[in-house]
């Protein structure tokens, strides 16, 4: 199968890779995209098409970047999926061409690929080496330390001749295999004690915790849109200003198309009869993955988040599901986390001057300045 507007390299008999840079595309590969989803088991919501669909048409473009899908194919079954976006923007204050997973406003990432085949990663990153793309660096995030991915990242690396170069990431993990009871347990004894402390303050105002989990609820699916972009444009992030059209639109999306596929997790708090926070995620496979959170300022003082995410994991561990998976390693989410697991994000730097020097103020010039106590708020030009 050849996909439309596409660049095809081939490097054996079995394997060939498309890249795709049409949105009208990804209708065509639909069926085989969610085939290969169903059959890889290490993964997240990220790599999903409904996800990366509503992504890409919400997102790409002058925002998000121009699309750029690598299909690896082994005859007409699809293998592995580059889900990616070439853009300008910056790494380490230097302008660039860069190249990134899908969302590109984010930590998280993936690559979508049969287990157990790594060969896959290679040949993506060796096709897009070799393509007529031109970008000054590549920034993947997600991997795990020891994954064999990683190990065909850097081979591939090598053989295009571009220099590799990682930090450290992490995701926050919640182990609900013992049950909500044991998991508290662990929670230290001033975090319960605050929790407790708001719990009874909310209890006594009253509350109500509604919206959609999974098949629960799915009749209020549409009365919860509405509701989850207030409480977004009430959060500290937006101060009452209206949330931007194309989030409103990204937000719904996800939610009506996971919604009807009964994966969806989007449990809403009202305090004293006003909504007061949500969590937005898919549940899959005994996994709950979060994609988005916040609260109404207002409530600040009664912390509705954290309240919330309580109430969400007593429903989880009830449920049956075993692990919260949550992107990035923030702060608060030492409070109510199991473990933090590390990650890492991987820069591939092209070949030719620009590259060099990109790489060099990243991992040379920046490390010494943070080490001689200068701030900087974003090192890649990238929300924090």
């Known amino acids: 199968m050849k996909a439309a507007n596409a660049i095809v390299e081939r490097f054996d008999s079995e394997l060939r890779v498309d890249w795709i840079r049409n949105l009208a595309t990804l209708a065509s590969?639909?069926?085989?995209?969610?085939?290969?989803?169903?059959?890889?088991?290490?993964?997240?919501?990220?790599?999903?098409?409904?996800?990366?669909?509503?992504?890409?048409?919400?997102?790409?473009?002058?925002?998000?970047?121009?699309?750029?899908?690598?299909?690896?194919?082994?005859?007409?079954?699809?293998?592995?999926?580059?889900?990616?976006?070439?853009?300008?923007?910056?790494?380490?204050?230097?302008?660039?061409?860069r190249v990134d997973f899908a969302p590109n406003d984010s930590i998280a990432g993936e690559f979508?690929?049969?287990?157990?085949?790594?060969?896959?990663?290679?040949?993506?990153?060796?096709?897009?080496?070799?393509?007529?793309t031109k970008f000054d660096v590549i920034c993947l995030n997600g991997f795990d330390p020891a994954s064999q991915q990683l190990l065909a990242l850097r081979n591939a690396a090598a053989r295009q001749r571009l220099s590799m170069q990682m930090e450290d990431h992490a995701s926050a993990v919640v182990d609900l295999r013992q049950g909500y009871t044991a998991y508290q347990a662990g929670l230290?004894?001033?975090?319960?004690?605050?929790?407790?402390?708001?719990?009874?303050?909310?209890?006594?105002?009253?509350?109500?915790?509604?919206?959609?989990?999974?098949?629960?609820g799915l009749e209020t699916l549409e009365a919860c849109i509405p509701r989850m972009i207030a409480i977004n444009e009430a959060s500290y992030k937006l101060g009452g200003q209206r949330l931007a059209g194309c989030h409103r639109e990204f937000l719904t999306d996800v939610v009506r198309r996971f919604g009807a596929r009964g994966l969806l997790s989007l449990p809403i708090l009202s305090i004293g009869g006003k909504d007061a926070a949500f969590i937005l995620g898919v549940v899959e496979r005994g996994c709950f993955y979060d994609i988005t959170l916040a609260y109404d300022e207002s409530f600040a003082r009664l912390s509705p988040g954290a309240f919330l995410m309580q109430q969400a994991l007593q429903h989880f561990a009830a449920a049956g599901v075993h692990t919260i998976v949550s992107h990035g390693a923030h702060e608060y989410k030492k409070h109510w986390s199991t473990a933090f697991v590390p990650q890492k994000r991987v820069f591939l730097f092209a070949p030719g001057p620009r590259g060099a020097a990109t790489r060099f103020v990243r991992f040379g010039l920046q490390p010494l300045w943070r080490r001689l106590g200068a701030q900087e708020s974003s090192p890649d030009g990238e929300p924090g």
């Open 112 to 132: 979508l690929v049969d287990d157990n085949q790594p060969e896959v990663v290679a040949a993506l990153i060796d096709s897009l080496g070799q393509s007529r």
């Open 188 to 216: 230290s004894s001033h975090y319960r004690r605050n929790l407790n402390q708001k719990a009874r303050k909310i209890a006594a105002t009253g509350f109500r915790v509604e919206g959609v989990q999974q098949a629960q």
């Open 29 to 97: 590969i639909e069926g085989e995209w969610r085939a290969l989803e169903g059959r890889v088991r290490h993964r997240t919501h990220v790599s999903t098409f409904d996800f990366l669909a509503a992504w890409y048409r919400h997102y790409a473009g002058e925002y998000g970047g121009a699309p750029l899908i690598g299909l690896a194919w082994r005859g007409t079954e699809l293998a592995g999926i580059a889900p990616l976006t070439v853009r300008r923007g910056s790494v380490g204050r230097i302008p660039v061409t």
